[in-house]
């Protein structure tokens, strides 16, 4: 049985990991010797083997053909052939019983042996690997330019099965997306902490994972997510997504405040009502706790007092807001509420007032303003894109893939702006309505409610709550304050219980609105 040696190394390969044309020539003469080989000929190609037509493989293949000589000794098999047509060629001859035997240090190569094996020897399974490698790329690349996250879809989503490759979508989970989305709300609404909206889940909404309770980390991810307000992010950078959002961007702002503020004081103990509501007046730091025991004498028992006092972490400026007890704090909210506390009857009157109101129809003021925002950003969007098109500097590239990047997110806040305001124009009362509610058992909820309604209570209030020389400000609500002057009518004698039916009250801006329905 006669054998060829064959040769190859190309220009292109530099990797050391292939031996020289030399080594290669050298070793395998030298394993000829030790097995006794007849070898005939030696065939050196110096060509890269990625497209066919190679000089001496051409060659080797013909006399192969011819029968004279059935072996061939390489150093591995990707030395023959890494393009199908010669991998093609090889296996044929294999079969044929053309090539009895194919010698590399390693391995002998019979005719009975598995052919994707030898084609996996080839090295074409590397090539197939990159390709896919490739074109997974470019698909992700045209998803992601599509608005298709082109990952697993987070908790709450689904990614489309069945659908044809590369137009798979992300649908919201009947199953999940309006869980998600009710601990979105309540996040948003009551202003949790992280662990107040676990718990809240917990009890409320459990979310399982492999039969059990979805753990702190991923439930944490979710909330971090621009995923839920239409956006993702891939590759470095911000897209907007084609998927069905769950809140608006500015909520998703939001809802990251709520949970800034919550990572300052999260070390410290979660019993206190009212911690990290306030801010001192005095530096602007934050207001926290802090619990005292002390021992009574007369009834032989311990007792705690809680204190508020201000966390000094400004350093600049040498704070002087004294500590101050809980007591007094709450005295202050219980007087704030107890001005506004209208009578229960007189708050459902209003809030059927309302209802009635709601039915009637109000122009819509702020949509054109905000139509004409979009369009005037959807002309700037149109004028960079084509600015895009015909930039080949790389840097004025940049810039300007940035400048569409912030005028797309312009236009998704706004376009979240023009469904609020035909949302509200649904319910115009929408502030007012949630004020009542929220004033009607105010003073008992602050008294006996649970931790996460108390601070409800004195977050519906108002804003900006601020301690300074133990006394507490804050900035009431629109409505709130709407509210109090209702009250002070009341109780000035102003207050007609018989009510005439108010009229023309859709041009009234709902401050008026609420004066009117209890003034009379
Ligand atoms: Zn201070």
Request: overall charge positive.
């Amino acid at each position: 049985m006669k054998y060829f040696i064959y040769c190859r190394k190309s220009s292109e390969e530099k990797s050391r990991q292939i031996q020289s044309i030399d080594d290669q020539k050298r070793e395998l003469t030298l394993l000829a010797k030790q097995k006794g080989l007849e070898v005939v000929d030696i065939i050196i190609d110096e060509k890269s083997a990625k497209k066919p037509g190679r000089k001496g493989f051409t060659k080797m293949i013909e006399q192969l053909q011819a029968g004279e000589v059935t072996g061939i000794l390489c150093w591995k098999l990707d030395r023959l052939a890494r393009n199908p047509v010669d991998g093609g060629s090889i296996t044929w001859l294999l079969q044929e019983g053309k090539i009895e035997e194919i010698v590399t240090p390693d391995k002998t190569f019979y005719p009975n042996d598995n052919v994707l094996l030898i084609g996996i020897e080839f090295g074409m399974a590397n090539q197939y690997i990159r390709d896919l490698s490739k074109n997974v790329k470019r698909g992700m690349k045209s998803k992601v330019e599509k608005g298709w996250l082109p990952t697993r879809a987070p908790l709450g989503y689904l990614n489309e099965v069945g659908a044809e490759k590369g137009t798979k979508r992300i649908l919201p989970d009947p199953d999940t997306f309006t869980v998600v989305k009710s601990l979105w709300k309540r996040l948003l609404k009551d202003k949790l902490k992280f662990a107040e909206l676990y718990r809240v889940m917990e009890s409320e909404f459990p979310i399982f994972r492999k039969s059990s309770i979805l753990a702190s980390s991923s439930f944490y991810k979710i909330f971090h997510n621009p995923f839920y307000a239409g956006l993702f992010k891939w590759g470095g950078e911000i897209h907007i997504g084609s998927h069905k959002p769950m809140i608006t961007l500015k909520e998703f702002e939001e809802a990251q405040e709520i949970l800034k503020e919550e990572v300052q004081i999260r070390h410290t103990d979660l019993q206190f009502d009212l911690k990290g509501i306030f801010r001192c007046g005095v530096c602007n730091a934050q207001i926290t706790a802090e619990r005292h025991t002390k021992f009574n004498k007369e009834s032989q028992q311990e007792k705690s007092y809680d204190y508020y006092k201000c966390t000094r972490r400004k350093k600049c400026i040498k704070c002087t807001e004294p500590t101050v007890s809980k007591k007094i704090l709450e005295n202050q909210i219980l007087e704030f509420i107890e001005e506004v506390n209208i009578p229960d009857e007189i708050i459902e009157f209003g809030l059927s007032e309302l209802e009635i109101m709601r039915k009637s129809d109000v122009e819509p003021v702020k949509d054109k303003a905000i139509k004409k925002e979009i369009e005037h950003i959807d002309r700037q969007l149109k004028n960079a894109m084509n600015l895009l098109l015909n930039e080949d500097d790389q840097i004025l590239q940049k810039m300007t893939k940035d400048k569409i990047l912030e005028l797309k997110l312009s236009r998704k806040r706004l376009a979240e702006e023009l469904e609020l305001a035909i949302q509200e124009r649904k319910d115009p009362y929408a502030d007012i309505r949630n004020s009542l509610e929220l004033i009607k058992g105010a003073k008992y909820t602050f008294l006996n409610g649970s931790k996460e309604l108390k601070r409800k209570v004195v977050r519906g209030l108002g804003s900006n709550w601020t301690l300074k020389a133990k006394k507490l400000y804050f900035k009431p609500y629109f409505t709130i304050s709407a509210l109090q002057s209702t009250k002070e009518l009341l109780e000035g004698g102003n207050f007609r219980f018989e009510l005439n039916k108010p009229q023309d009250i859709n041009k009234k801006l709902p401050s008026e609105a609420v004066s009117f329905v209890w003034s009379g």
